[in-house]
């Protein structure tokens, strides 16, 4: 499948923020409005937070292919407002990589081709060089996150649980798990 047309109509991150802060201001997702708001200021503040260390930066500049990052989001995505703000900062780190982000909800012929066991999850990056050609997929979440969710789904984990540690993983991870796999996605693209 070429990417080329899905990449040429996704939107900057300054475009998705805008959008997330217009539906917090109108209320107009109904019960999901709540989670813009906190996935809102989420991304904010993990922007300002989440560090490349010397090592990820030099790792980073030196990989010489250009990629095009196509992020499947949505703005209620909490798995989403933890990953995006890390690949900003692996972006601005680098003069080959950039990214966009499209709407899953929006674009479900898209979705369906990258569905993790049969379900939507969301966010997907798809790796792809300058002629839309898939280089790699990575996501919805971390491994550690995969893991989770596998004990929440035989029935280890309640969905509290679930939530919670996941919640306390992404902050004591600090975006490394999420550097370190698409560090590997990279090299091998």
Not at 43 to 52: F, G, P, Q, T
Not at 133 to 138: H, L, V
Request: proline residues 4%.
């Amino acid at each position: 499948m070429n990417l080329l047309p899905y990449w040429n109509t996704a939107i900057s991150l300054e475009q998705y923020m805008s959008d997330m802060k217009t539906v917090i201001d109108t209320e107009s997702a109904g019960d999901l409005t709540k989670f813009y708001g906190i996935n809102y200021q989420r991304m904010r503040r993990l922007e300002k937070k989440i560090a490349l260390s010397p090592e990820e930066t030099l790792e980073i500049k030196n990989i010489k292919k250009p990629l095009n990052l196509l992020i499947i989001t949505e703005g209620w995505c909490g798995d989403a407002a933890q990953i995006i703000p890390v690949i900003k900062k692996m972006v601005d780190a680098s003069d080959d990589l950039s990214f966009k982000l499209i709407y899953r909800d929006l674009n479900l012929d898209l979705m369906n081709q990258y569905l993790t066991n049969g379900a939507q999850s969301i966010p997907i990056v798809l790796g792809m060089n300058m002629q839309g050609e898939s280089r790699f997929r990575w996501g919805p979440r971390p491994i550690f996150g995969m893991d989770l969710l596998k004990q929440y789904k035989d029935g280890t984990l309640s969905k509290d649980d679930f939530a919670i540690s996941l919640q306390k993983t992404y902050n004591k991870d600090k975006g490394q798990s999420i550097i370190h796999e698409l560090l590997e996605k990279f090299r091998n693209a």
